[in-house]
């Protein structure tokens, strides 16, 4: 299976978590790179695409998520597998928490991707609100590396192995 991993960053800090997540899933990530400037075809041409970024102001994707939008505008997803994965602060942004990942959540479910790895315990964190949780579990992978930054790997870890077992990889 042919894996890419797209990120939006402000700060770096989600590009170094997606080098992490690249490291935990060598065998489906052939790619890790920023949103910004990627073609429609070089998203097209993955099979599995993991998506991620973190969540600014009230709510929103990063600027260069936002610069991307308008190709995921255009993207059949069917037959694509995509899991997510979101950066937030549940202390200084407790009432939008991770919110933008919902944003990608929606726009890769309406255009036709099976999400995988989607099914996230919130058990562990302490905010007020967030539009990624859906029927109480987030719906990817959830990081906090302003306050828990030493509980990052160890979840990696977990979502990396339901992201194998969803998509049938063998390591």
Excluded at 27 to 38: P, Q
Excluded at 92 to 97: E, I, L, R, S
Excluded at 103 to 112: A, N
């Amino acid at each position: 299976m042919i894996g890419k991993l797209f990120y939006g960053t402000q700060t770096g800090t989600t590009e170094d978590v997606a080098r992490r997540i690249r490291e935990n899933l060598p065998e489906l990530i052939v790619e890790c790179r920023n949103i910004y400037g990627v073609k429609k075809e070089e998203i097209a041409g993955a099979e599995l695409l993991i998506l991620g970024g973190s969540t600014w102001g009230d709510g929103e994707l990063t600027d260069d998520w936002q610069d991307s939008w308008p190709i995921l505008n255009t993207l059949d997803l069917t037959g694509k597998t995509v899991a997510l994965f979101g950066l937030g602060d549940q202390v200084g942004y407790c009432y939008n928490f991770v919110s933008a990942m919902k944003l990608l959540y929606d726009k890769v479910k309406e255009r036709g991707a099976r999400i995988v790895a989607c099914d996230i315990s919130a058990d562990g964190f302490d905010f007020e609100h967030s539009e990624s949780l859906v029927d109480g579990k987030f719906i990817g992978l959830v990081l906090d590396e302003v306050n828990q930054p030493h509980k990052t790997d160890e979840r990696i870890r977990q979502w990396a192995l339901k992201v194998r077992e969803c998509v049938g990889a063998i390591v």
